[in-house]
């Protein structure tokens, strides 16, 4: 509407200068255009930029003393193709490690690997090894094992009975897991760092981990040899943080 009373303004000022003599033009057309800019609609405020979202700190490993720190835990495995064996590794591997030296059965082991994090190195192997043909990740997106006994076996060596499940099935098994050591973290304070350990094979086809059709064209073999390696964080006790100070 603003808009529309200065058109009508300046027409109404152009008919009336018109009429006017020369030397009283020059006047009344300096005030019609101080009128027509009090007339003129304010310019809006431009519309603020979206506030950006505070950004989140990334979370840190655990450090209870039993918790695999996935970034530093590994699930890899062999298996043989038509005469040498091939590698592979899951990328995605998380769970508990806890084996009190002097009361192993006291412990736990757990560990879930996601199934699509599979990677040999081969992009069209793998989408293959995703497929029914082999893990059929949509359907069984996870592989787990839960212990249910810890035995000790020797120094720094226990093993492990638990249920394995992959695909449909679910298997018991026996797996030797060795303590590699435990270390100080040489960048976080108070913070010690424990290895584990544990190798074992398994039959895929018992696993329903493919159909046969390719261990009887003698392409895949069925054994599969089986490593995950992992570390765990706990806190040192008694230990004191060293005090920041200003570079």
């Known amino acids: 509407m603003s808009y529309c009373r200065t058109i009508v303004a300046f027409a109404l000022a152009v008919l009336a200068l018109t009429a006017m003599p020369a030397s009283a033009q020059a006047g009344t057309a300096a005030d019609f255009l101080l009128l027509a800019a009090a007339e003129a609609p304010a310019p809006t405020d431009a519309p603020a930029a979206p506030a950006k979202p505070e950004a989140k700190p990334e979370a840190g490993p655990v450090v209870d003393g039993a ?15 038509i005469v040498a064996p091939v590698a592979g590794r899951f990328d995605a591997v998380s769970g508990v490690v806890a084996i009190p030296p002097r ?51 020797g120094t720094r060596l226990a093993r492990v009975t638990g249920k394995l499940t992959i695909k449909d099935v679910t298997r018991e098994v026996t797996i030797p897991v060795r303590l590699l050591g435990t270390k100080p973290h040489p960048m976080m304070p108070c913070v ?12 895929r086809l018992e696993y329903h981990v493919g159909t046969g059709k390719f261990f009887k064209m003698g392409a895949v073999g069925d054994a599969t040899d089986i490593r995950i390696a992992g570390e765990t964080l706990a806190a040192r006790p008694g230990c004191v943080q060293p005090a920041k100070t200003d570079e």
């Open 67 to 81: 918790t695999l720190d996935s970034a530093h835990t590994s699930a890899t495995f062999w298996i043989r193709h």
């Open 192 to 203: 010690d760092v424990t290895g584990y350990e544990a190798q074992f094979a398994i039959n």
């Open 103 to 153: 009361k192993p059965g006291d412990g736990r082991v757990a560990f879930t690997v996601k199934t699509d994090s599979v990677d040999t190195g081969v992009a069209a192997r793998d989408k293959h090894l995703r497929t029914a043909d082999f893990l059929d990740t949509a359907v069984y997106p996870e592989m787990r094992f839960e212990s249910s006994r810890i035995v000790s076996a």
